[in-house]
């Protein structure tokens, strides 16, 4: 994955300078939201349609993001940051005879992606200090790295290097002077695949697709 890594850095360097120029003339607050993603697969086993990995994943996110162009109770928000998906599978361990030990296997496969998104939120302010929020808009994922549990289908061209859809979110903005504290709650809605492939004649057709949400505390400064 040198060639996508190279470009993917091209993207985040290009990202952070317009980030930083609109920043400079147009942001209303500038903040950085750390949490966790919550996702799950659906990866099922063509031959007998069974599904791996459909148990709550744990992982990690965070993203740097604008406010702006506030106008009334509306506000434009822009975001770029790194979002983990997965799932989680649990195996029994057996003896030689059969019999079960009491033990179980864990297997975790991760995916790692460069995350954009620009959304509209619609405030609704208790006070001037208390704004809870909900939002929606695109948002496009690009993956820059996952566990060897995708390398074979990585290999055959069958794993999607972008994601796409879009994000629905809720959270409440805390106004303390110049300082934003903030709760968040997204949704990512996917209009694309992890991973698609054809019958052949060692397997038949199937994919992989995700479920991701993500919760993040966020800290903000008001220009």
């Not at 208790?126 to 496009?140: A, D, H, K, N, W």
């Not at 290097?161 to 409440?172: D, R, S, T």
Request: aromatic share 14%.
């Amino acid at each position: 994955m040198s060639d996508l890594f190279a470009i993917t850095m091209k993207k985040i360097l290009a990202s952070i300078i317009f980030v930083s120029v609109f920043c400079s003339l147009n942001a209303q607050v500038i903040k950085l939201q750390v949490g966790t993603s919550i996702s799950k697969l659906d990866w099922k086993i063509p031959t007998t349609n069974d599904q791996l990995y459909d148990m709550a994943f744990t992982g990690n996110s965070f993203f740097l993001g604008i406010d702006y162009l506030k106008n009334g109770n509306y506000n434009l928000t822009t975001n770029i940051g790194y979002l983990q998906k997965g799932g989680k599978s649990e195996s029994e361990l057996s003896d030689p005879w059969g019999i079960f030990t009491g033990q179980t296997i864990v297997d975790k496969p991760t995916l790692n992606y460069l995350s954009f998104n620009t959304a509209i939120d619609f405030n609704y302010p208790l006070s001037e200090q208390v704004l809870p929020f909900i939002c929606g808009g695109p948002r496009i994922d690009f993956l820059i790295g996952h566990s060897d549990d995708f390398s074979y289908l990585e290999k055959n061209d069958e794993l999607k290097k972008i994601a796409y859809g879009l994000l629905f979110g809720a959270g409440i903005k805390l106004n303390i002077s110049k300082i934003q504290i903030g709760l968040k709650g997204d949704y990512y809605l996917n209009f694309s695949k992890i991973a698609e492939w054809n019958e052949s004649l060692l397997r038949t057709a199937g994919e992989i697709t995700d479920d991701t949400f993500t919760l993040m505390l966020s800290l903000g400064y008001a220009f």
